[in-house]
């Protein structure tokens, strides 16, 4: 079974500046994805990043960006730049490579960002 | 991205009456959805999943006389609280996926199950 683990209930961040959301997990598998979800007020999910565990290279997406560290089952999710819309709670999730497969999600960080 | 639909997105029944959720996906096929539950300020947790034309997967905890799924179609999937209580009460939401479309999940909207 794999778990998934946010070790940050709630953070806060000024506009503008950088912030960095923590994420572990523990998987015996070698094949997975990981993902961040990003969950507004509007309880909508949204896909943030995604990241192959096959990939060294870390993934990136605008302001966001990971840093996945195989090895240690790590994967942070770093939003530079922090604007008031990225106000959310940030579910950070995993999948194995094995089409159909659910999620599994983090509990969730709460981050609020501060004018 | 894909969308998918979720209605009602809000409903509050009286306790013992059934509950009826759609989840629709509407611009691709989705050959598995997922239901998830989602308590305040908590993470979402699976409760089952569904493959079209089969019966559904139920994780662990969840009762499936209680919450029945139906996958009809490659694009509908309904989730039925059936007399439901209180402690039925909570956010729902549905996700779905087509394999062509490669590992990504599509979510709905939510709906807000209120009981009284």
């Known amino acids: 079974a794999q778990t998934v683990t946010q070790s940050q209930p709630e953070m806060s961040v000024q506009e503008a500046e950088t912030v960095t959301l923590s994420c572990t997990y523990d998987?015996?598998?070698?094949?997975?994805?990981l993902f961040w979800y990003k969950q507004p007020p509007s309880r909508q999910m949204i896909l943030v990043i995604r990241?192959?565990?096959?990939?060294?290279q870390n993934a990136t997406e605008n302001r966001f960006s990971v840093n996945f560290q195989k090895a240690a089952k790590s994967f942070s999710l770093k939003i530079s730049d922090s604007q008031l819309g990225d106000t959310a709670m940030y579910f950070c999730?995993?999948?194995?490579?094995?089409?159909?497969?659910?999620?599994?999600f983090g509990g969730g960080t709460r981050l609020m960002v501060k004018p | 991205g894909a969308v998918v639909s979720q209605h009602p997105s809000r409903v509050i029944c009286k306790s013992g009456t059934s509950v009826k959720i759609e989840c629709r996906s509407l611009?691709?096929?989705?050959?598995?959805m997922f239901w998830y539950r989602q308590f305040p300020k908590q993470s979402l947790m699976l409760m089952a999943t569904s493959n079209e034309g089969s019966k559904a997967t139920y994780e662990q905890g969840v009762e499936k006389d209680k919450f029945l799924i139906n996958h009809a179609s490659l694009t509908l999937s309904t989730l039925t609280v059936a007399s439901a209580h209180p402690e039925d009460s909570s956010f729902y939401i549905c996700?779905?996926?087509?394999?062509?479309?490669?590992?990504?999940?599509?979510f709905g909207q939510g709906t807000r199950l209120t009981v009284v």
């Open positions: 996700s779905a996926r087509d394999l062509g479309l490669g590992t990504e999940a599509f």
């Open positions: 990241q192959e565990a096959y990939k060294q």
């Open positions: 998987t015996s598998e070698n094949n997975y994805y």
């Open positions: 611009d691709f096929q989705a050959t598995t």
């Open positions: 999730a995993f999948e194995v490579d094995n089409a159909g497969n659910m999620l599994t």
